[in-house]
């Protein structure tokens, strides 16, 4: 058995050690791997504390992946082929900033999360899983007929955008990039989690009733939740739309909602490193059983199911000795 | 636009719905009952259409063909439920949506890999192919019509079931009250592994019947699984009656949405903007409908309140 | 009149055929607790349910301190000084004693959008917290997790947490329930401390604890209350005897 925060420790010194080996050893395809699997922690860090935190079982978090990855795509679109965007009372220049990207990325991510949230906090339980499914769902089907950047075929930026000070075209500054911003919204995450908003957030999660009764409310505790968690996704998205200079409506998928879904199970519900170990574990599996079988979904699957079944709290339960995260 | 356009498709929207509706009513027999959220109903409806295709292939019979599907989908169910899903009654739904969610991906690959990545064709049979011609003109595919038919009876027989059989007031006393039920002596997890076969069973006959005029492929329940979802939320999850109007109202509104979207946005737009415009609303359409029917009634038009 | 606390006015409400509240007007005077007894299923965590503002009667109203809150929300009314304790305890299992406390004095401080120092340094919510855990002895146990409590220990804190709150007025579902004789007794005690610091509303089925700290009682019966007086009033009453207390009152 492990302490959870020695485990976070390893973690940590894994994804600096790595790639710094990868670097050393010129195996760029591993930091391209790690970076992969940094943002894709970072879009878990930010669902799970929606569904960790919040208890809020959102099955539509690929709208903000997706809606962080399209702010990059439709910015850098219009800095590439110098044009201006059209938003009918005034038109706006393209960028290739990355931080000018990643700021429009959260703030549309959020607006978006107080209308879905709004709306989809009305109802509760399976009807709130099938609500937010649904918003992504009508994201999807506009990106795939929205003919203007792609429609089904998506849209590719030619150049990575740019960031003060660094090359973002080489692997492991664009890396760095990434593995920083994990690090900060994570710290961010800790100290949420013992602010005065988390531990109302986290018994509007275990007893609404009390909350309610103490004068807190419980919705809008979760619509907040539910804001700084899409906003953290979203920013995922941008990130993720630079690594592959590519987006498309895939990203707002229900089965990539699923899969960050899957890397919080994986590692342990409410956990603060849980998403970060899922991901890492899902993109490992995902590259080492993927070049043994073409078939390696179907041992992700068992896998996955033998979690759920009899591993209550994830990998980080597992190994620090403390089950069951979730009730 | 004509009238018989206008009928054409809402035959067309029925016969959607009537499909959408066998696999919705699985899904919402095993929610009202086991309160099991089932992310892996979509994987029976390829199943069927999968062993369909194989048997019609091996034996040419298409009716065979369709019993064959019904009984493997059954017993993949039954299989399903007794190794893994009923460990899942207890938990909670992020748990039941990540297991089956898991589920899919282990029958997908394995699907795949059995039958291999390219699309399997079942062949409408010689007798229920071609056009027939109905009151006012109007042709139509006979066996577009059987499908509606035939989702119609199966929709009754369920009805029948349900109402007026001693396992259909086990099914209803089990919505009601567990406890109950165990003291009126049936065996519960019986109960249980049989309603989760008999909304596989469904799956699986509806996989198999659409079959017949898409490719059968890996990967085919999913969207099908997700609009199942969308019918029964929007009739209230657990109500038959519910999976019914919502089904039709989804087979409708998709179809017709369509058809009629784009034209109505050229009555205030340019051609290929209202066209562009028209189709980007029209998919999104049945997502919409769900919204405005969550945010009016969040449990759906039919469903109980929490 | 004014001065009446708590106070509901002809509270009607309706499941289906069943009147679980049958035009009740009952109040709560300053310095008093008003018992409320009756069979099971006469409709008292319905009453409470509706003066919390859980459920909204169908018609009736309810006052709070001289102001109808019949409209407002729960939390309109703990803000509006109602203090209520849980018959099955309302807290976080997951979290530790002193958390579930500091959050009743998050609730009572408003402060609740802060989101990044830890609440535990604010000395003022953790005093709070702290000093309503002593005075239901509890402080001792605050850094255990709330799941690992006895059924005694939670019902003292659901008391605790009612207090972080300093209400006008205590509505209080079953507090001895479970509790055993010598937990009861210290309850007991304790309540009666409390009736000087806000009014009490107490719905309990320990008839010693009712009668030993009751100023009045009122006995509801299938949605009706049927009596309300002193303990002696109602020992007397023959309508209460016949229908509630039986041969061995």
Redesign the interface.
């Known amino acids: 058995m492990i302490q959870e925060r020695y485990l976070n420790a390893l973690v940590l010194f894994g994804l600096i050690a790595v790639p710094l080996y990868a670097m050393a050893t010129e195996e760029l395809f591993t930091i391209t791997l790690a970076t992969r699997a940094v943002i894709l922690a970072l879009a878990a860090v930010g669902l799970n504390l929606a569904l960790g935190l919040g208890g809020l079982v959102s099955f539509g978090h690929a709208t903000f992946f997706g809606i962080g990855g399209y702010t990059m795509g439709v910015l850098a679109y219009h800095a590439q082929t110098y044009t201006a965007l059209d938003l009918g009372l005034f038109t706006i220049e393209g960028t290739k900033s990355m931080p000018i990207i990643w700021l429009v990325a959260i703030i549309l991510s959020s607006l978006v999360a107080v209308v879905i949230g709004m709306l989809s906090l009305r109802t509760s339980g399976v009807y709130f899983i099938m609500i937010t499914l649904a918003f992504g769902q009508m994201f999807f089907f506009f990106t795939i007929s929205w003919a203007a950047y792609g429609g089904e075929d998506g849209l590719s930026i030619y150049v990575r955008n740019g960031f003060p000070g660094l090359n973002t075209l080489v692997p492991i500054q664009f890396y760095g990039i990434c593995f920083v911003i994990l690090c900060a919204v994570l710290f961010l995450n800790a100290r949420l989690a013992k602010s005065p908003f988390g531990l109302a957030l986290n018994a509007a999660r275990q007893t609404p009733m009390r909350t309610q009764t103490v004068g807190l409310d419980p919705t809008r505790l979760k619509l907040v939740a539910f804001v700084i968690s899409g906003a953290i996704t979203g920013l995922a998205g941008a990130l993720f739309a630079d690594l592959n200079r590519f987006v498309s409506p895939t990203m707002f998928s229900w089965q990539f909602s699923g899969e960050i879904m899957l890397f919080i199970i994986l590692g342990g519900v409410g956990r603060l490193f849980g998403p970060v170990i899922g991901a890492v574990i899902f993109v490992t599996l995902e590259h080492f059983l993927g070049e043994i079988t073409d078939f390696w979904h179907i041992y992700l699957g068992v896998i996955l199911v033998i979690i759920v079944l009899f591993a209550r709290g994830g990998i980080v339960g597992l190994l620090s000795g403390r089950g069951g995260g979730h009730d | 636009m004509s009238t018989v356009l206008i009928i054409e498709q809402v035959l067309n929207g029925l016969q959607f719905g009537v499909m959408l509706f066998l696999m919705a009513a699985g899904l919402t027999l095993i929610f009202g009952v086991m309160g099991l959220i089932n992310l892996a109903h979509g994987s029976f409806y390829m199943i069927g259409a999968f062993v369909a295709a194989a048997v019609a292939a091996a034996t040419g019979s298409f009716l065979l063909a369709l019993i064959a599907a019904l009984i493997a989908a059954a017993a993949a169910g039954a299989i399903v439920e007794m190794v893994v899903i009923r460990r899942l009654y207890a938990t909670d739904h992020l748990d039941q949506v990540l297991a089956t969610f898991a589920l899919i991906l282990v029958f997908s690959e394995g699907t795949r890999w059995i039958f291999g990545s390219f699309p399997l064709f079942l062949d409408i049979p010689g007798y229920l192919s071609g056009p027939v011609t109905l009151p006012g003109g109007i042709q139509y595919p006979l066996y577009r019509l059987t499908l509606i038919g035939a989702g119609l009876a199966v929709g009754l027989g369920l009805w029948a079931l349900i109402e007026r059989t001693r396992v259909g007031i086990q099914i209803r006393a089990g919505e009601n009250d567990r406890e109950m039920i165990a003291a009126l002596g049936v065996d519960i997890s019986k109960l249980y592994t049989l309603v989760f076969a008999l909304g596989a069973a469904l799956a699986g006959l509806s996989g198999a019947l659409v079959g017949a005029i898409q490719s059968v492929q890996v990967g085919m329940g999913e969207p099908v699984l997700i609009l199942a979802f969308v019918v029964i939320v929007i009739g209230g999850i657990g109500s038959i009656k519910g999976a019914f109007v919502g089904a039709l109202l989804v087979g409708l509104t998709d179809t017709l949405g369509g058809i009629f979207l784009p034209q109505l946005f050229k009555l205030f737009m340019e051609q290929s903007a209202a066209t562009n415009a028209g189709s980007a609303v029209a998919s999104m359409s049945i997502y919409i409908l769900m919204s405005i029917v969550l945010i009016w009634k969040p449990t759906g038009l039919f469903g109980a309140r929490p | 009149m004014t001065d009446l606390v708590l106070e509901t006015r002809g509270i009607t409400k309706s499941f289906g055929a069943l009147k679980a509240s049958d035009s009740i007007d009952f109040d709560l005077r300053p310095g008093e607790i008003h018992a409320i007894i009756g069979p099971n299923g006469a409709g008292k965590s319905t009453l409470i349910k509706q003066i919390?503002g859980?459920l909204r009667p169908d018609a009736g109203q309810v006052f709070l301190a001289g102001t109808d809150v019949t409209q407002q929300?729960?939390?309109a009314r703990?803000?509006a000084g109602?203090g209520?304790t849980?018959q099955i305890s309302?807290?976080?299992?997951?979290?530790t004693v002193l958390?579930?406390a500091?959050?009743?004095a998050?609730?009572?401080s408003?402060?609740?959008?802060?989101?990044?120092?830890?609440?535990?340094s604010?000395a003022e919510?953790v005093t709070r917290a702290e000093e309503a855990l002593d005075r239901v002895g509890l402080l001792d146990a605050r850094n255990q997790r709330t799941a690992e409590l006895s059924h005694g220990q939670r019902r003292q804190l659901e008391v605790a947490?009612a207090l972080?709150?300093r209400p006008k007025v205590f509505v209080m579902d079953e507090p001895m329930a479970g509790l055993g004789a010598e937990g009861s007794l210290t309850m007991t005690r304790f309540l009666d401390g409390l009736r000087s610091e806000a009014p009490i509303l107490l719905v309990e089925h320990d008839m010693d604890a009712v009668f030993a700290l009751a100023d009045r009682i009122s006995v509801l019966v299938y949605g009706r209350l049927i009596a309300t007086g002193t303990v002696d009033e109602i020992r007397s009453n023959a309508e209460v005897r016949e229908a509630y207390l039986g041969e061995d009152a």
């Open positions: 919390s859980e929300t729960t939390r703990a803000r109602l209520r849980f309302e807290l976080a299992m997951e979290d958390q579930n500091v959050l009743g998050l609730g009572a408003g402060s609740v959008w802060r989101f990044l120092k830890p609440v535990l604010d919510l947490v972080t709150l």
